[in-house]
């Protein structure tokens, strides 16, 4: 998609520190980090949200899980835990229409969140 931000940063039109790629999923570290480790796990294929990509028919939300689980590691975090969190609508806080886990993890994290 043209006018979409993280389509943007795919195309590498637009910089990101990228911390982990695969053929279908790229990782980058959140602008504006919530934690110690704050990366969005995105597909490189445009889909709005968790529920478009849930919808979609090809094991993709299954590669954007994997690769949470392997920047989890690669980060750190793994082991002291860590939250994957998709904020899916505007009521939920969603504010970039194409999906991404956050993956936020090296401090507490209280519950439930805000
Ligand atoms: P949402 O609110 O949609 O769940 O999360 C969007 C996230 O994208 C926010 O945490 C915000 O800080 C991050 N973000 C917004 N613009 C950019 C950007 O240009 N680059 C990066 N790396 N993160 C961004
Ligand atoms: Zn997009």
């Known amino acids: 998609m043209t006018d979409c ?26 602008i504006n980090p919530q934690a110690p480790t704050h990366v969005l796990v995105i597909p490189k294929a445009h889909h709005a949200n968790a529920a478009a990509l849930a919808e979609a028919d090809d094991g993709l939300a299954d590669d954007v899980l994997k690769a949470t ?12 835990g860590y939250r994957v969190v998709f904020n899916t ?14 993956v936020l993890g090296g401090r507490g994290l209280n519950w439930p969140p805000g």
């Open 69 to 80: 689980h392997a920047v989890a590691v690669q980060e750190g975090v793994a082991e002291s």
């Open 89 to 102: 609508g505007a009521g939920a806080g969603q504010t970039v229409f194409h999906v991404h886990a956050h």
């Open 5 to 30: 931000l993280f389509c943007k940063i795919v195309a590498k039109e637009i910089p990101a520190e990228i911390v982990y790629e695969t053929d279908r999923t790229l990782a980058f570290r959140d």
